[in-house]
């Protein structure tokens, strides 16, 4: 049984990655990130192999589940770019005097994300440099680069998870 499985997922990846990736990239427009949806799609469907299997569209469920993972993504980015938009308003004041910021908020992000992290998420969300330019300015490959910034993300997602009244002010 275990045979059959990995083989009809061998098969489903092989001929269906590309279909999956260039949804993928269509909504990102970010080669990496699109790949790595498409490999967390992936991933989700070996996890559910089974259920795959006598599913009676199984592209439909890869579609469906990379849908799922793209607005994961979409949401995620949000939260970075209203990171981004306090983070930016305490920088400009002092944090202890500005009554509109929320310091308990920000002083969680902070607890989970370094100064670097942050910096990265901004880069790259708020101001939309790709990874290879950030990897140029901190004198690291791409590769690199798109791996702190999905780290930072994981970080943040966890209390996302936890707190959403934290994160989504």
Sequence with gaps: MIERCDHFFEQIYEKQFDFI???????????HYAFDITQDTFRCAYEKIDEIMVHPNPVGWLVKTLSYNLAHEKRNQKIVLELYDS??????????????????????????????????????????????????????????????????????????????????F
């Design 87 to 168: 983070y930016s308003e305490s920088r400009q004041q002092n944090i202890k005097e500005c009554e509109g910021c929320n310091v308990e908020w920000l002083s969680k992000w902070r607890t989970v994300l370094t100064d670097e992290e942050i910096q990265l998420l901004i880069w790259f969300y708020a101001y939309g440099y790709t990874g290879e330019e950030i990897g140029r300015k901190l004198g690291i490959p791409a590769g690199g680069c798109y791996k702190r910034i999905q780290r930072a993300r994981q970080k943040l997602s966890k209390i996302t998870n936890k707190d959403r009244e934290v994160c989504l």
């Design 21 to 31: 990736y260039k949804i993928a990239f269509a909504s990102l427009k970010d080669y």
